[in-house]
């Protein structure tokens, strides 16, 4: 597997963009290449992925991020190793973390903002209800919103289906006086898109390869 971090660093304009790469297509070897192109946040999205391969990488000064699922069950498990997570779309998950962590987690509200059918994230008209419940747990720290854009060739789509986070971002200030500036968006085929639309964390997993050597 041959990687393109460089490439792929030159197209993002802001040092203050983290690039966390998506582990579900790597094997451990592929991951420590990625680190020493300078890549130093993963997100896995499968609990059993993340278990086998979390103490293989013990060695290495690496930010987890969990972008994935995560049911409730498998939290104890996960929590303690994770300093963020990019999932969090209900109140049991909220209430076993609060439950589990020992320090406040770091957590996006996953919210669904594309029309395909999703069974993931929050509906727009929840997100606020959702924030205001969520204020009791103290180990859970929402630091702002992810979303993810219908995989579509259509730009106009993508960037209205952005659009409905930043919406989101003023409607929260308006009403709870809280400015969430982080944004969790962008994959592969949108990133640019979601640069324009504030991305300060981009997920990006295919980007950084080429199958040909
Ligand atoms: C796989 C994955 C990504 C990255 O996908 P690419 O399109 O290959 O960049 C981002 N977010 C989540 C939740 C994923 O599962």
Known sequence: MKFHVKNVKETIPNDNITIVAATKYFTTDEMRELYKEGIHDFGENRDDAFLSKYPELQDLDITWHFIGTLQTKKVK???DKISYLHSLDNLKLAEEIDKRRETPLKC???VNISNEDS?????????????QSVQVYKNIDIIGFMGMAEFTKDETVIHQ?????NDLQTLIYQELGIQYNELSIGMSNDYQIALEHGA?????GSVLFSKEV
Not at 161 to 165: A, D
Not at 200 to 204: D, G, Q, S
């Open 119 to 131: 069974k993931h994230g929050l509906n727009i008209d929840e997100v606020l209800p959702f924030l």
């Open 108 to 110: 996006f509200l996953q």
């Open 77 to 79: 498990k996960v929590i």
């Open 161 to 165: 289906e952005f659009q409905k986070l």
């Open 200 to 204: 300060t964390f981009l997920r990006l």
